[in-house]
């Protein structure tokens, strides 16, 4: 298993932008997807994106769209996730996760950072 660690977090006004980085730590293997989830307080926790480290492939949840951009230095071992045009329901922690095996469904991710705070404010 991989070690994450995010930060960039932080309070944002509606329409601003934030950057976030996903270190890892340990060795990535071809197989691997890396993914971006968060969770507000009361809700589930919400599929945001995700890449797989070695093609560059990207996939985005409904409400990334158009807004995210997920990405990652194979060289810094650091995944992104760039959020543009953020709204207030964009409030969230956000969590950097990775799959050993690839992805299908949420359980496939097996390693966790401990998340980040994203504040937005109209």
């Known amino acids: 298993q991989v070690q994450l660690v995010e930060s960039g977090g932080g309070l944002v006004q509606t329409g601003g932008s934030l950057r976030l980085s996903c270190v890892v730590s340990g060795r990535i293997f071809s197989t691997y997807d890396m993914g971006w989830f968060r969770q507000a307080p009361g809700k589930e926790r919400e599929f945001v994106a995700v890449i797989r480290w070695s093609a560059g492939n990207t996939v985005y949840g409904d409400s990334a769209k158009g807004r995210f951009t997920i990405s990652r230095d194979n060289v810094k071992k650091t995944m992104y996730l760039q959020m543009n045009s953020l709204k207030p329901e964009d409030t969230a922690v956000y969590y950097c996760?990775?799959?050993?095996?690839?992805?299908?469904?949420?359980?496939?991710?097996?390693?966790w950072g401990q998340g980040t705070q994203v504040t937005v404010f109209s």
């Open positions: 996760a990775a799959a050993r095996w690839g992805y299908r469904v949420v359980s496939d991710f097996d390693s």
